[in-house]
């Protein structure tokens, strides 16, 4: 079984409405990661979370929110989803600073 | 804030080739580390490599290397014996440790092709 896991794989929405993201890991984390890649491009990152009380916003959390339900769940939702939105997101775990993150299989979102 | 470079989109190699990836980083802290990952069409992230700034010696995968140039603030990737499994998108990323800020920047990424 995969150690970091996210639902939907794929999604297609429409704009103006509510989506939520999830992410499980198994693997302990303290630390997880939310981050949006673009076509041709880099991944940017949106929120991050060092445990449970601990929220943060990174480069481009305008747009989103987060939860993180428990030390193994991190949920991201677009409250209003918009076109340019579209993207793919990963969610990632790591141990410690300076540890390596470990990525999910990404989940494929488009806004019609 | 801290930038990377990946100033190849896109790379050629013949299987059974070595090829070197380019990545340069900009970052005024001393502490960071270095990571490089790769991206098949299949979209999921994987881990690659690892190189802490504080290590002397070059980080080795196997056939990965990370040919780490501090002064020139250099942190190429080195695939040897080039796979046709090889060919991905591979993205090089930094996270700077000062304070309590964790995140990776990453570069634009380059496209690997591993050809015949």
């Known amino acids: 079984d995969a150690d970091v896991t996210q639902t939907p794989r794929n999604r297609i929405t429409k704009t103006g409405k509510r989506i939520m993201l999830e992410c499980s890991q198994t693997?302990?984390?303290?630390?997880m990661y939310w981050y949006r890649q673009d076509p041709g491009l880099g991944l940017q990152l949106i929120y991050y979370s060092f445990d449970v009380k601990d929220i943060n916003k990174g480069e481009i959390s305008d747009g989103y929110s987060v939860s993180r339900q428990a030390q193994a769940k991190f949920s991201l939702s677009l409250e209003s989803a918009i076109p340019n939105q579209t993207a793919l997101y990963f969610c990632?775990?790591?141990?410690?600073?300076?540890?390596?993150?470990?990525f999910g299989p990404g989940t494929r979102l488009l806004v019609l | 804030a801290q930038k990377i470079t990946q100033t190849q989109p896109g790379m050629f190699v013949q299987e059974k080739e070595a090829v070197t990836l380019d990545c340069t980083y900009d970052?005024?802290?001393?502490?960071?580390?270095l990571f490089w990952y790769k991206q098949p069409s299949s979209g999921e992230m994987i881990f690659l490599i690892y190189q802490g700034s504080y290590d002397e010696q070059n980080a080795t995968e196997g056939r990965y290397s990370l040919n780490f140039q501090k002064a020139r603030k250099s942190a190429n990737l080195v695939i040897s014996a080039s796979q046709l499994g090889d060919s991905a998108m591979y993205f090089c990323?930094?996270?700077?440790?000062?304070?309590?800020?964790?995140?990776?920047?990453f570069g634009t990424g380059t496209r690997l092709q591993v050809t015949l």
């Open positions: 990632a775990t790591s141990d410690s600073l300076g540890g390596t993150q470990y």
């Open positions: 990323a930094i996270e700077v440790w000062g304070g309590t800020a964790s995140k990776l920047t």
């Open positions: 970052t005024s802290d001393q502490s960071y580390g």
């Open positions: 693997k302990g984390h303290d630390r």
